[in-house]
């Protein structure tokens, strides 16, 4: 369906109509659409879960390296 779409005339008007926009809109555009990402908070998330794996991790070693 989407290659008889894009065939001849269509493709002409899609590439030459709505999709030609400057660099400035389509920045405009795409910070409108994204949400802001809350640094901070996935920052405080990896620290957390990172530690949380090394000290599995660490259990672990203990575990299997004295038994």
Known sequence: VAASYFNGRNFN?????????SK???QKMA???????????????????GGAICCFGE??????SYA
């Open 13 to 21: 008007a899609v590439v030459g109509g709505f999709m030609s926009v």
């Open 24 to 26: 400035n809109e389509y």
């Open 31 to 49: 910070d409108s659409a994204s949400p802001d990402s809350p640094i901070i908070k996935n920052c405080i998330k990896a620290f957390l879960f």
């Open 59 to 64: 259990i672990l070693f203990n575990i299997y």
